[in-house]
């Protein structure tokens, strides 16, 4: 159980193209999902956090209109690099957790996207 | 916000020999200690966790600590194999996870390597 599914894998495109991921919870509702980014050889670096039919909190540094999260249903969220540049290239990694109120449940991760900005 | 260190940054041991990884957290708050193995270019999986109200947890060779008094948590894996060359990641988090602010932080991450 608690699959977590991120697409696509791997992205290749030119600098100036807006990239869609897409992270979806298979077999739960996702109430909240994690965006993170990680660069080669560190450790993962929490985006925002979305909740189910809200906004996203964004991280300190982290650009709200060049990231843009949609978190529209219980099982779907999506990050929009928009205008990708080179220095935008790095592996992204979505997480999600259930909908039960009970504390401490564990985050599942997608198998992240690799986007490489030419 | 919550700081989690992680000690040491690359770990390389002899198969069948254990390994250590250390763990310090900033935040009082914190309650909740997932432990990730990652592999190249693969997602971080979680092998254990721990909540405050335990001291320790362990799950056949891997086991896990945690000293809340002085903040800090560690994952021991005994008998270790080659298989278990990975990047491991600590992290720590306040209760509930809707409320506001209540994000895993993780730890630098070590660089295990098991040597046949």
């Known amino acids: 159980g608690a699959v977590v599914s991120q697409h696509p894998s791997w992205v290749i495109c030119k600098s100036g193209t807006s990239v869609k991921i897409e992270c979806r919870s298979l077999?739960?509702?996702?109430?909240?999902m994690f965006w993170y980014r990680q660069f080669p050889k560190q450790s993962l670096m929490l985006m925002a956090t979305?909740?189910?039919?809200?906004?996203?909190?964004?991280e300190q540094g982290v650009e709200k209109d060049k990231f843009l999260i949609n978190h529209a249903s219980l099982t779907l969220s999506t990050l929009t690099v928009t205008s990708a540049h080179p220095e935008d290239s790095s592996f992204y990694i979505c997480?999600?957790?259930?909908?039960?109120?009970?504390?401490?449940?564990?985050?599942?991760f997608g198998d992240g996207t690799r986007l490489s900005i030419l | 916000g919550e700081n989690v260190e992680q000690h040491p940054s690359t770990l390389s041991v002899q198969e069948g020999d254990s390994a250590v990884i250390k763990c310090t957290y900033s935040?009082?708050?914190?309650?909740?200690f997932p432990w990730y193995k990652q592999e190249l270019g693969k997602r971080p999986q979680l092998i254990i966790d721990?909540?405050?109200?335990?001291g320790e947890k362990k799950d056949q060779r891997i086991a896990v600590t945690l000293n809340k008094t002085a903040k800090h948590f560690s994952l021991h894996i005994t008998e270790t194999q080659p298989e278990d060359s990975a990047v491991y990641f600590c992290?720590?988090?306040?209760?509930?996870?809707?409320?506001?602010?209540?994000?895993?932080?993780f730890g630098g991450g070590t660089r295990v390597l098991v040597k046949p």
């Open positions: 935040d009082s708050a914190s309650n909740y």
């Open positions: 077999d739960f509702q996702a109430t909240t």
């Open positions: 979305s909740n189910e039919g809200s906004k996203a909190t964004y």
């Open positions: 997480s999600a957790s259930g909908t039960t109120i009970a504390s401490n449940q564990p985050q599942h």
């Open positions: 721990i909540r405050s109200n335990v």
């Open positions: 992290a720590a988090r306040r209760g509930m996870i809707k409320a506001a602010g209540n994000k895993l932080t």
